[in-house]
T-cell receptor
Framework: DAGVIQSPRHEVTEMGQEVTLRCKPI?????LFWYRQTMMRGLELLIY????????DSGMPEDRFSAKMPNASFSTLKIQPSEPRDSAVYFC?????????????FGEGSRLTVL | SQQGEEDPQALSIQEGENATMNCSYK?????LQWYRQNSGRGLVHLIL?????REKHSGRLRVTLDTSKKSSSLLITASRAADTASYFC????????????FGGGTRLMVKP
């Protein structure tokens, strides 16, 4: 298996623009997670899905952030409009079980810079 | 909020030496995991230790867990330059719906 695949790896955009980050989880994994990593706040869970259904989005910082999982092999994280404070590395991860029970498989991340 | 906190925040050692990183957490846990992150890459799972286990080994890694002190340690023996990375502990708090919360990480540099 190719692992969790994220795109784009790098994105530079201007404030106010829409940003869409994409993730393909490992086939057969029922759980998908979106994390954000910054120097100041570390690794934060934004939202997670179980069988394509959003379970907990309490980590989503604002209404500007939205996430979807239209099918088992694809998820998006959208920021509209983007702001400089959204600059971070966004990770997608998937797992067979709830994350505390088994290991998480992370993608390589999408580094977002909002100017 | 971060459940686990690693100590030290940064560690620099010579190749061949052992590296010890510590993790403290606040609430009761079911499991504790350690992950490694190379610069510019995603996190990679190293080891999971359950709350009823005290020690676990995997290759050059040794993890201990002391639930009475709410702490864990990760020992890397005979370190190599390739071990240079950030190491994170992640806890599955008993009241957090089996979801992981990551600590701030320890940045390890192994000098050749």
């Amino acid at each position: 298996d190719a692992g969790v695949i994220q795109s784009p790896r790098h994105e530079v955009t201007e404030m106010g623009q829409e940003v869409t980050l994409r993730c393909k989880p490992i086939s057969g994994h029922d759980y998908l997670f979106w994390y954000r990593q910054t120097m100041m706040r570390g690794l934060e869970l934004l939202i997670y899905f179980n069988n394509n259904v959003p379970i907990d989005d309490s980590g989503m910082p604002e209404d500007r952030f939205s996430a979807k999982m239209p099918n088992a092999s694809f998820s998006t994280l959208k920021i509209q409009p983007s702001e400089p404070r959204d600059s971070a590395v966004y990770f997608c991860a998937s797992s067979l079980t709830p994350s505390g029970i088994g290991e998480l498989f992370f993608g390589e991340g999408s580094r977002l810079t909002v100017l | 909020s971060q459940q686990g906190e690693e100590d030290p925040q940064a560690l620099s050692i010579q190749e061949g030496e052992n590296a010890t990183m510590n993790c403290s957490y606040k609430t009761s846990i079911n499991n504790l995991q350690w992950y490694r992150q190379n610069s510019g890459r995603g996190l990679v799972h190293l080891i999971l230790i359950r709350s009823n286990e005290r020690e676990k080994h995997s290759g050059r890694l040794r993890v201990t867990l002391d639930t009475s002190k709410k702490s864990s340690s990760l020992l890397i023996t005979a370190s190599r330059a390739a071990d240079t990375a950030s190491y994170f502990c992640a806890t599955d708090a008993s009241n957090a719906g089996n979801m992981l919360t990551f600590g701030g990480g320890t940045r390890l540099m192994v000098k050749p």
